[in-house]
Nanobody
Framework: QVQLVESGGGLVPAGGSLRLACAAS????????MGWFRQAPGKERVFVTA????????HYRDSVKGRFTISRDNAKNTVYLQMNSLKPEDTAVYYC?????????????????WGQGTQVTVAS
């Protein structure tokens, strides 16, 4: 089992920045790919970004490219999501997820473990 705990959410004005963190514990050696998803009010949860174990490969949804950056520190078992130039449409609950496979995936079903989520609110 792997436990994931997100932190770093909050209220920020449009154009501002936030950095989310996801701390993993338990059988972290089995978690290769880490990802972030988000769910806006009244909408389905969607893929945001993912990163492989070494950090050499990342993938982003189009709407966040150039603004969000995913990174990881395997020594700390932590994944980060740096969010810059935030927009009101980025408002959502952000979830960290982990999967045991090595291929980056954008589908929810591909991820085995999930955090409880952290709220990000961008004020216009």
């Amino acid at each position: 089992q792997v436990q994931l705990v997100e932190s770093g959410g909050g209220l920020v004005p449009a154009g501002g920045s936030l950095r989310l963190a996801c701390a993993a514990s338990g059988r972290t050696s089995s978690s290769s790919v880490m990802g972030w998803f988000r769910q806006a009010p009244g909408k389905e949860r969607v893929f945001v970004t993912a990163i492989n174990y070494s950090g050499s490969s990342t993938h982003y949804r189009d709407s966040v490219k150039g603004r969000f950056t995913i990174s990881r520190d395997n020594a700390k078992n932590t994944v980060y999501l740096q969010m810059n130039s935030l927009k009101p449409e980025d408002t959502a609950v952000y979830y960290c997820a982990a999967r045991t496979g090595v291929v980056l995936q954008t589908e929810e079903y591909a991820y085995d473990y999930w955090g409880q989520g952290t709220q990000v609110t961008v004020a216009s």
